[in-house]
């Protein structure tokens, strides 16, 4: 079992910036591809963002690349998000996720999820 907190989500005005954090324990942060999703207000959840456990395959939905980096640490046990150039469009609640297949990016299947941050970005 893996338990993911995440943190970091808020109230920021279009353009702004924001760093989400993921806090992972349970089991070892490295046996697995991290990634990030969202479900934006009506909408079904989404993928964001991947990462696999050596941090070297990344992978991006296209209405996010160029726009956010998602990175991790597996001293910290914790996995980022970086947001920026906000977009009011970008307003969800921002779930993290843990995948036990370690470089499983482009096509990640969550074993595990967080109870999610939201984020709001005002126009």
């Known amino acids: 079992q893996v338990q993911l907190v995440e943190s970091g989500g808020g109230l920021v005005q279009a353009g702004g910036s924001l760093r989400l954090s993921c806090a992972a324990s349970?089991?070892?942060?490295?046996?697995?591809?991290m990634g990030w999703f969202r479900q934006p207000p009506g909408k079904e959840r989404e993928f964001v963002a991947a990462?696999?456990?050596?941090?070297?395959?990344?992978y991006y939905a296209d209405s996010v690349k160029g726009r956010f980096t998602v990175s991790r640490d597996n001293a910290k046990n914790t996995v980022y998000l970086q947001l920026n150039s906000l977009k009011p469009e970008d307003t969800a609640v921002y779930y993290c996720?843990?995948?036990?297949?370690?470089?499983?990016?482009?096509?990640?299947?969550?074993?595990?999820w967080g109870q999610g941050t939201q984020v709001t970005v005002s126009s």
């Open positions: 990462i696999s456990w050596s941090g070297v395959r990344l």
């Open positions: 349970g089991r070892t942060f490295s046996n697995y591809a």
């Open positions: 996720a843990a995948d036990r297949n370690r470089n499983s990016v482009a096509t990640m299947d969550p074993n595990f």
